[in-house]
């Protein structure tokens, strides 16, 4: 079956824009989680969703990080007013649920601020 | 908090020779070990995964890993090499609670030499 797939794959962006990528988790899968891998800072967790809530967000790094999740299924992560410092992979992984603990990542979105 | 640390960083090894990647974390109570493996342009894949039982864990490829809880170690281990095992490898420990999040090791790349 279809694994996790994200989109874009790439994505160049200018300082001060939005940006906004997109997770589509494993089909039944009602948890789902946003990393961050970027250089010196390894991966990081950002947020994790069960079902259409988040009930915790502590990985976002600052108030431009959001996402929302809708239909139990696709998620959104928007960056707003991007900096340099955003510039990583955005990987997204999903599990059967909350108690499963094997996650499945899916190939990320490699973001650039120039 | 919850951390991993993976304190090799690169390794370079001739085919057959034999693998081990260290791997410690911190928490006090009852974990959920995993080793992760990234091919080069290919996403985040699950190696093997402790959760309780037989603290020998075998995974894929022939990989094994064994948790010693008394050392907070879970090293992964491989007997012969091959150049395909070319990788990045990531130790990840999980506490279940309310998320299931992954707390990540930094890395530790491996060139295996033909």
């Known amino acids: 079956g279809a694994g996790v797939s994200q989109s874009p794959s790439n994505k160049v962006t200018e300082k001060g824009k939005d940006v906004e990528l997109r997770c589509d988790p494993i089909?039944?899968?009602?948890?789902l989680y946003w990393y961050r891998q970027s250089l010196g800072q390894g991966l990081e967790f950002l947020i994790y969703?069960?079902?259409?809530?988040?009930?915790?967000k502590s990985g976002l790094p600052s108030d431009r990080f959001s996402a929302e999740r809708t239909g139990g299924s696709v998620s959104t992560l928007t960056i707003q007013r991007t900096q340099q410092e955003d510039s990583a992979v955005y990987l997204c992984?999903?599990?059967?649920?909350?108690?499963?603990?094997?996650?499945?990542f899916g190939p990320g979105t490699r973001l650039t601020v120039l | 908090a919850q951390s991993v640390s993976q304190h090799n960083h690169h390794v370079i090894l001739s085919e057959a020779a034999s693998l081990e990647l260290g791997c410690n974390y911190s928490y006090g109570g009852t974990v959920n070990l995993f080793w992760y493996v990234q091919y080069p342009g290919q996403h985040l894949q699950l190696l093997l995964k402790?959760?309780?039982?037989?603290?020998l864990v075998k995974g894929i490829k022939g990989f094994e890993a064994e948790f010693i809880k008394s050392k907070f170690s879970f090293n992964l281990r491989k007997p012969s090499v091959q150049w395909s095992d070319t990788a990045e490898y990531f130790c990840a420990v999980n506490s279940g609670g309310a998320t299931n999040k992954l707390i990540f090791g930094t890395g530790t790349l491996l060139a295996v030499q033909p």
């Open positions: 992984a999903s599990s059967l649920n909350r108690a499963n603990n094997e996650q499945f």
């Open positions: 969703f069960q079902g259409n809530s988040a009930p915790d």
């Open positions: 089909s039944g899968h009602t948890a």
């Open positions: 402790y959760f309780s039982g037989d603290p």
